[in-house]
């Protein structure tokens, strides 16, 4: 505070002085607080009054730390931003982390520069800093916004303990595709449950006041329609018509907005022929202009100069350009506006109004973390030391772990007359077999942040501390799943995986562990790299010699529980139709062998159920529940819209998940028939708890629009709630529906509630059939 005053009293002017004496103040978030509001857009205006054109384009600056768009940075490259950092021609630094390397460079600004704006340091933080938790689709199975809220909470205590005050998440991207590896990073198929979802992250990662040390600023990524690229390919075309991109990619988002978050990133993709760093349409018009958000927008890794590729821009210059005039606010290593906006000003290509709109944004950002109070405030060694990794975070990710955990299938096994779930802690004898068995690396997932390698929990090591002391345990790897993976410490971005293993020399001996076990637990599915950026795949089955281990392992032990550890939905048709028991653990987060034997021994009832449909082969996706019914929704004859070799429906559906015990359905319940289309209906039904243990149930809410003057969805997702039972108890589950629930973008283009008959279902899972109907007038 001090030295930044002293730089304003250099400059004599009313405003400034103001400035100085306000700047002290503490400063919120962007959410409701009008007279905090006003004082920041004040403290913006008055250094945005200060600032040369080279300093406001420095604040449109982005620069990694350690690597630049062309691999591995050279000490020249590095001393070049130095230089850069030091005349305050640079906005934000990503990918520095430590309090000790944050100071650092905030002091090369702070000592150097001539008007000291601090620098706003981002990282992707996607599913913890060091205390790793589940993937975000894992996490998602939860459908439990409080413990997501919570584990972003987390991340944010974490990452700003360690001098890091803006996260790169949470990503927003509806995927229908089991193809694209990133499907790991988001909420799944639905934009109702991924809306949620995001803003729960939101929250829990900006707190209610932003400029407290221990909350951080959010990014809502990737606008838009990343998730949609063609033939899940990543970085993919995207073909999409204008009302589905309002219905079933833009939702999460215009939440996201909402709830105020701080950013947002666009994404590399194009949509329609137009690159959506260059969309001034999604940028500008919408999400600045109808949406009014007042945050700023950064730029994907080098998106703006890779328009050239695109075939959009002829050269960096007029990738600026576009990137600028479409409402791109910073750009992150793609060292095109500090190279070219001067010329583009010069020549009126670009208007300097968008200049300082841009720099507004990212200053009030930046206002509102407190950095202009404090620009070391998120400095502070203590923290550092004392809350990251601790014995309560990782509790906290135990919790979230076990809750994301679903049950997909518990047939009763003939011997045993019984589910082979939950395991007794006193059964005789464990196999726990397979190349994930002891793997303490791959739960950690593909954005596991600081997660140190090998610092998970393993399955073995979780089944043996949950264990009874009599029972025997019999450990075997069988084989490899890779014959290549990313070492440790190395850059995943730079390596493909392969899965040419042929050593068969493990299989007999996990055989003959299976043979003399009660139950095998068989641990399958795929390495921490198989999703994430960069990682799609034609195949979703599993990988390498697995199918091998798994049939040879059933041919002499029927009694199969496979712990599948995964970041897609995958191709497990084999499994579902023989192995009596399917347990998703995804991957789990630092806590995963613990919170997979809170589930295997009963400890915790599952209650997880799928954010994502899983296909019977790849050859279905994009695959996705709310899909629409076409004119040939179903025949006798072939002439139908689905397949001749497979089924068109899922394998296990969205929304599906089992439980320990049993719940069941009354009749939907309607208060009337009939509502306008500004008024409500009140839907209830009563849920049981038909079983001897309590657990919790994801009471969903479906609805049908079935004539619009635009087709809909055979079914959506509109409510939702996770609700704990009692064994025997019953409880009535009511949802409330209204404009809200039933307005979509219509042919108007306008959100609108449309006239007409409606379909409403409750149930346990997407394919539920408890409907009522009722009219809106
Ligand atoms: C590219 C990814 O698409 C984006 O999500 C991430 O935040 C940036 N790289 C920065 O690492």
């Not at 990918?95 to 905030?106: F, G, L, Y």
């Not at 790793?132 to 413990?147: N, T």
């Not at 350009?321 to 583009?344: T, V």
Request: charge should be negative.
């Amino acid at each position: 505070m001090k030295k930044i005053c002293l730089l304003f009293l250099i400059l004599p002017s009313i405003l400034i002085f103001q400035s100085c004496n306000n700047i002290s103040s503490s400063t919120k978030t962007t959410k409701n607080d009008s007279n905090q509001d006003a004082n920041i857009e004040r403290k913006v205006d008055s250094v945005l009054a200060l600032m040369n054109l080279n300093e406001k384009i420095g604040q449109m600056v982005q620069y990694a730390a350690s690597w630049d768009v062309t691999g591995p940075a050279s000490s020249e490259g590095n001393k070049f931003k130095e230089e850069k950092l030091k005349k305050g021609e640079v906005g934000s630094m990503l990918n520095v982390t430590s309090v000790k390397a944050v100071r650092e460079a905030q002091k090369l600004v702070m000592e150097n520069s001539r008007l000291k704006i601090p620098l706003i340091f981002g990282y992707d933080v996607i599913h913890g800093y060091e205390t790793i938790f589940p993937i975000p689709l894992g996490e998602s199975a939860s459908w439990d916004l409080e413990i997501i809220r919570k584990s972003a909470e987390v991340a944010a205590i974490e990452t700003s303990a360690a001098g890091v005050q803006w996260t790169f998440a949470p990503m927003l991207d509806v995927s229908r595709d089991a193809r694209w590896g990133r499907i790991m990073e988001g909420a799944g198929e639905d934009p109702y449950l991924s809306s949620k979802i995001g803003v729960a992250r939101i929250n829990g990662f900006q707190g209610d006041d932003l400029s407290k040390n221990n909350t951080i600023a959010a990014c809502a990524k990737h606008f838009a329609g990343y998730g949609f690229g063609e033939a899940g390919r990543d970085y993919n075309t995207v073909n999409i018509g204008e009302h589905e991109l309002h219905n079933a990619v833009l939702p999460p988002f215009k939440a996201a907005a909402e709830a105020g978050v701080a950013t947002f990133m666009n994404s590399f993709n194009e949509i329609d022929g137009i690159p959506a760093t260059a969309s001034k349409k999604l940028q500008r018009d919408l999400l600045k202009g109808e949406w009014a958000w007042n945050g700023f927008v950064v730029s994907d890794w080098a998106s703006i100069a890779e328009m050239i590729a695109h075939g959009y821009a002829k050269d960096k210059k007029h990738a600026a350009e576009l990137a600028l005039n479409a409402g791109s606010d910073m750009d992150m290593e793609s060292y095109a506006y500090e190279a070219e906006l001067e010329k583009l000003l010069e020549e009126n290509k670009v208007k300097l109004s968008d200049i300082d709109d841009a720099v507004r944004r990212i200053l009030r950002v930046k206002f509102q973390l407190g950095l202009f109070d404090d620009p070391y405030r998120y400095c502070d060694e203590e923290r550092e030391k004392n809350e990251i990794y601790t014995k309560e975070h990782l509790e906290i990710a135990r919790d979230v772990a076990k809750k994301s955990i679903v049950l997909l299938k518990n047939d009763t096994v003939t011997t045993k007359k019984s589910a082979l779930l939950p395991l007794s802690k006193s059964v005789k004898s464990i196999a726990v077999i397979g190349p994930l068995a002891d793997d303490k690396d791959t739960p950690l997932g593909n954005w596991r942040g600081k997660g140190k390698y090998n610092s998970a929990v393993s399955l073995l090591e979780g089944v043996k501390s949950a264990a009874g002391d009599d029972t025997k345990i019999y450990y075997e790897k069988g084989i490899e799943l890779t014959s290549k993976t990313v070492a440790p410490g190395e850059n995943q971005f730079l390596h493909l995986m392969e899965f040419n293993t042929t050593d068969r020399s493990g299989i007999s001996a996990a055989v003959a562990a299976a043979k003399k076990a009660d139950v095998v637990l068989l641990a399958i599915g795929e390495n921490a790299f198989q999703t994430g950026e960069g990682r799609s795949q034609t195949k979703i089955g599993f990988a390498g010699l697995q199918q091998e281990l798994l049939e040879a392992v059933y041919a002499v032990n029927k009694n199969v529980v496979i712990v599948l550890m995964n970041g897609r939905p995958m191709d497990i048709t084999w499994a579902a139709e023989n192995v009596p028991t399917i347990l998703e653990c995804w991957h789990l987060g630092s806590q995963s062998g613990f919170a997979i034997a809170d589930v295997l021994f009963g400890d915790y009832n599952p209650s997880g159920k799928l954010p994502v449909s899983f296909p019977y082969n790849v050859g279905q996706e994009p695959l996705y529940y709310n899909q629409k019914s076409t004119g040939r929704p179903m025949s006798t004859q072939v002439t139908y819209s689905g397949y001749n070799d497979a089924p068109k429906v899922a394998l296990y559906p969205f929304g599906h998940g089992l439980s320990y015990t049993n719940f069941s359905y009354g009749n939907v319940s309607l208060d009337k028939a009939e509502m306008a289309k500004d008024g409500e209906i009140q839907v209830s039904v009563n849920v049981t708890n038909n079983g001897t243990r309590d657990g919790e149930e994801v009471v969903q809410l479906y609805i049908r629009d079935l004539v619009g003057s635009l087709t809909r969805p055979i079914k959506e997702l509109k409510g939702f709630e996770k609700t704990m039972l009692k064994a025997g108890e019953s409880k009535v589950i009511s949802f409330t529906i209204n404009t809200e629930t039933l307005q979509f973008y219509t042919a108007k283009n306008k959100w609108e509630v449309e006239p007409g008959d409606f379909n409403v279902w409750v149930g346990g899972s997407s394919t539920t059939k408890n409907k009522a109907e009722f009219v809106v007038n």
